[in-house]
C-alpha cells in the first residue's frame, strides 16, 4: 500500500475550484486510488478551519474521506516538541515555517513511518528532508 503524505495547502486546493492548484489537486487525488493518506493530527486545525466548515458539502466529503480506509491518522506527540524547537529556530534564521509543516517535517524524518510520496504546492518547505529519505515530492 503507498503511503502518502500531503499538506494543508493539498487538502484546501482540493476543495477551493477557485485555488490554483484546485485541477492539480483533484488529478492526484483521483490517482491515488490505492494509497492511504497519512494526516497529522494538527492538519485537522488547519483544514477544518471556519471558512472550511461552512462548506457543508466540502465537510460532508471530507468526513467520508477522514472516516475511511483512505485516511490514517498519525499522533503528534513524538513530534511536537522537536517541531516547536526546528519553527522556532528555522524562522529566526531562515524562513518562517510553521509549526504543522514542522509536524510534518518530523513525520518525514521518522525512519518508521514508510512514506513513498509528499503531496505539496510548497515545495521548498519539504525538498530537504524529502531528499535526505528519498521521499518522492509530487506538486503537479
Known amino acids: ?9 493539498f487538502w484546501i486546493a482540493y476543495y477551493e475550484d477557485r485555488d490554483v492548484h484546485h485541477q492539480a489537486a483533484i488529478s ?16 485537522y486545525y488547519e483544514v477544518l478551519r471556519t471558512r472550511f466548515v461552512r462548506r457543508a458539502g466540502w465537510v460532508e466529503s471530507f468526513s467520508q474521506i477522514a472516516r475511511s480506509a483512505k485516511l490514517r491518522v498519525i499522533d503528534d506527540v513524538s513530534y511536537r ?4 524547537e526546528e519553527t522556532l529556530d528555522i524562522s529566526q534564521r531562515e524562513r518562517g515555517i510553521s509549526l504543522v509543516d514542522s509536524v510534518i517535517r518530523g513525520v518525514l524524518c521518522d525512519p518508521n513511518i514508510s512514506i513513498i510520496e509528499m503531496v ?10 524529502c531528499g535526505r529519505r528519498g521521499v518522492q515530492i509530487r506538486s503537479r
Open 81 to 84: 516538541e522537536r517541531a516547536l
Open 28 to 43: 492526484i487525488m483521483d490517482s491515488y486510488t490505492a494509497g492511504i493518506f497519512l494526516f497529522p493530527w494538527p492538519l
Open 120 to 129: 505539496t504546492f510548497n515545495v521548498k518547505d519539504f525538498q530537504d528532508v
Open 1 to 9: 500500500m503507498r503511503m502518502i503524505l500531503a499538506d494543508t495547502g
